[in-house]
């Protein structure tokens, strides 16, 4: 039997379940007629003023749970800290501005947020909102900032709500570590933002809020003597006074007597309400069967497949590529569509995946094998001129020292075990074995010093990654002086290692700009071995440790610097 779309199924049902009932509904409401009790009015009324006022202080927590944010972050407490030191003000200007900026300049129930410093109360940094100004701090600092100093005296930990005239404040102490209270963090309320659920109480017409019995929004209005403004009435209160019904609530929060009071409009609350309150006993009444049937019907037609569907991309999200929906929808053709193209779609997925990955796999390692293979002959000429040179001019004395320096790089470079990473104490025998040779190529006008951290000798590093970068401070640090230095340092700092060659004098624009070219252009026509060997080296600690690490090279004093940095927890997998 064909299967009837969901659309149809659903008019259809409507049709029978939802039409008729609500035909019915309306006849029994156009000939009823009753009075509405004074109790119902009541309970609406206690129910939408408590949910007003669950609105309004969720905002007012929002603001205070902001305001917990200046001290759990550190940010201040550490750039006053800072200050104390270095008596940078700009800094702290900086670091304040960002932070207020970052914090509260989009929170919408804050106009204006201030802090300042009890040590010094001129220290004073702020942000506003695009609906506010720099008027509006400048208003507090004249008028409130001495009230807040008296006030944060005794404040303690605690927060307090402190009313401006027009402008409603949330004062706060920041505390150091040792929990004594450094600076104050003040947030003028958009009250407006606040307050506005009041508007939803029903049969609203007018509504004001008052802070210990002073008014902080609303017009001017006189009040019943009843009304209690520094007490809590423990619900929501209704009264009539001068022809007019108010309800009204005061409540205890953090320490202050807020008191939130509506004028209701008496049209709506005896017109409206009655008719209302009928047609929905009856139309609740009618509504019982449709939910129970379109409930069963859109569980077993709509739930249960979509939650299937989700499900299955569950199952996708963590892994399982390939993942099958099993089974047919209960009587829609539509989701037995969607469950057989959501198979066919994770089956491709899952090929594709493993094609890319296996492509991936295969091309990075192509890519490492290629970079490590580059040997320098050049290198290995100069070199086999010395031994040649020593050999005829001083007998044999140290050509055996530097064949055997030799005989050392030329195994680091053959790699015969294949090898991608060895343990930095190796990796430093071949830096030894070349700097030997050099050293007895320059003799006294070459000072080599290292400074390498014991504990990271057994840490696996990529081969070959350190001499190519002595070579080229070798090069270029006997080029700019006739007595050169080079020194090597090596550390471990945050999770990662860093292996520092400085050399003697500063890089030229021309060779920063060169530098620049060989470790960030993709493609370069550079063919001498120095810069290439620079250039392989920056790769391939990206290929095997990400994008954060690599080759840095700068000027630093009269020095240029070379950094290798490399993550402690090895590469990619």
């Not at 409603?168 to 450094?182: A, I, M």
């Not at 050169?484 to 050399?503: L, W």
Request: proline fraction near 2%; charged fraction near 25%.
């Amino acid at each position: 039997m064909k299967k009837l779309d969901l659309k149809w199924k659903m008019i259809i049902l409507l049709i029978v379940i939802w039409l008729v009932p609500i035909s019915m509904a309306s006849f029994v409401v156009f000939f009823l007629v009753s009075d509405k009790m004074s109790a119902q009015v009541t309970a609406e009324l206690s129910l939408s003023m408590n949910k007003a006022v669950y609105s309004i202080e969720t905002g007012l927590d929002e603001c205070v749970n902001a305001s917990r944010n200046a001290t759990y972050f550190n940010v201040v407490s550490d750039s006053w800290s800072t200050y104390k030191k270095t008596g940078e003000k700009q800094a702290l200007y900086d670091s304040m501005t960002i932070y207020l900026s970052s914090q509260y300049r989009f929170n919408q129930n804050l106009d204006t947020t201030m802090v300042f410093f009890t040590e010094d109360p001129d220290l004073f940094y702020s942000t506003y909102s695009s609906g506010s100004s720099f008027d509006r701090v400048i208003y507090f600092k004249d008028h409130y900032l001495k009230d807040a100093l008296d006030i944060g005296e005794s404040l303690d930990s605690g927060i307090m709500l402190y009313n401006g005239g027009d402008a409603l404040y949330l004062l706060r102490n920041l505390l150091n570590e040792k929990y004594k209270p450094f600076a104050m963090i003040v947030m003028e309320l958009n009250k407006s933002n606040i307050f506005d659920s009041l508007n939803t109480v029903w049969a609203y017409d007018e509504a004001y809020v008052f802070l210990g019995g002073e008014r902080i929004s609303g017009n001017e209005v006189s009040l019943p003597e009843t009304f209690d403004l520094n007490k809590a009435t423990g619900g929501p209160v209704v009264e009539k006074y001068a022809g007019n019904y108010y309800v009204y609530l005061t409540e205890n929060y953090n320490g202050s007597f807020l008191s939130y009071v509506v004028k209701l409009d008496s049209g709506l609350l005896f017109g409206e309400m009655r008719a209302t309150y009928y047609f929905l006993v009856i139309v609740l009444a009618f509504l019982i069967p449709l939910v129970v049937t379109l409930f069963i019907y859109l569980r077993k037609s709509v739930s249960d497949p979509v939650g299937n569907l989700v499900k299955a991309a569950g199952e996708i999200s963590s892994g399982n590529y390939g993942y099958h929906i099993t089974g047919k929808s209960a009587g829609s053709r539509e989701f037995d569509y969607l469950n057989d193209s959501f198979n066919s779609m994770s089956d491709e997925l899952k090929n594709q995946f493993e094609k890319i990955y296996v492509e991936e796999i295969a091309l990075r390692d192509a890519n490492i094998k290629a970079l490590q293979s580059q040997i320098n002959p050049h290198f290995l000429n100069n070199t086999l001129e010395i031994i040649n040179w020593e050999a005829r001019l001083n007998g044999v004395f140290k050509v055996s020292s530097m064949i055997e320096a030799l005989s050392t790089m030329l195994n680091s470079t053959l790699n015969r075990k294949d090898e991608k990473t060895i343990a930095l104490r190796e990796e430093m025998e071949y830096v030894d074995s070349y700097l030997y040779i050099i050293s007895e190529r320059m003799g006294k006008r070459l000072t080599i010093t290292k400074d390498v951290d014991e504990k990271l000798l057994g840490i696996e590093v990529p081969r070959l990654i350190i001499q190519p970068i002595v070579e080229n401070a070798v090069e270029h640090g006997t080029r700019a002086s006739a007595e050169s230095r080079i020194s090597i340092r090596i550390f471990a700092e945050d999770g990662y290692m860093y292996i520092e060659v400085r050399n003697t004098g500063n890089m030229s624009p021309e060779d920063i700009a060169k530098v620049k070219h060989l470790l960030y252009d993709e493609e370069t026509s550079e063919k001498h071995h120095a810069s290439i060997g620079i250039r392989n080296v920056n790769k391939r600690l990206k290929l095997m440790y990400g994008d954060d690490c690599g080759l840095n090279v700068c000027n630093d004093g009269n020095d240029t610097v070379s950094l290798l940095t490399l993550k402690m927890g090895g590469g990619r997998e």
